[in-house]
């Protein structure tokens, strides 16, 4: 069995050497890059990797256009900013020398943000689907969180996946700005118009949920902060749609 690893990349050099060492396993990596301005290129280009540069729509789009673009129908679809375990990539070389039972693997993903192993705030159940046959799964629609439409069996690995999303404030809150953009378009295709009830409690709800519900609180000060920009992206969110309507944005 032949696998292609895929990726898809926007100023994603912090995390991109690391990501095509793991890869090795793989028969060919392709990287779908959104035009980057840092140095991803370059490090893909130098171990070997095939890029193509395509203009960024959303998650389902990009993640869908990368699927057609691979040689072999089981594909490895992780993050650059997923760290795998040598234990993990030993299962995926496992997987390789047979023939798989399941049409799609699941892997736990153990969140880090700010430097802290996030115990809760809601990540206690994280699991995501990165290894699967192309032939039976394509990308929702989603343009944001995204998530992958099975037609078969889906496993579970049984190593984690480390997961380092934050690379700073700054980027953390232009991640978030983004992601709000895309569900605010969303929204606007749907004609939701955002009133008190989205301004106030939606931003309200999802800093408690995840506060003290989803356990946040024992997460320490990350846990806070991390629910804070969390609850502010919504608010952020219905700001842009609002913005949207009276064409300020």
Known sequence: MKI???AITYNEATHLQR???????ADEIIIVDSFSTDDTLKIAEANNAKVIQREFKNFSDQKNFALSQASHDWVA?????EALSEDLINELKSLKSKTPEAAAYSVRRQYYFMDKKMKYSGFQTDWVVRFFNRKYCSYNGNLVHETLDINGT???LKHRLDHYSYKGFDAFNDKLTHYATLQADKLYEKNVRPNAYHFLFRPWYRFW???LIRLGILDGK?????????AFSVFKRYLILWAKYRRLH
């Open 4 to 6: 292609t690893a895929l």
């Open 19 to 25: 990501y095509l060492d793991e890869m090795q396993f």
């Open 77 to 81: 679809f992780f993050d650059p900013d």
């Open 154 to 156: 889906t496993s579970k």
């Open 209 to 211: 949920h995840q506060y």
């Open 222 to 230: 990350e846990g806070f902060i991390l629910a804070y920009c969390q």
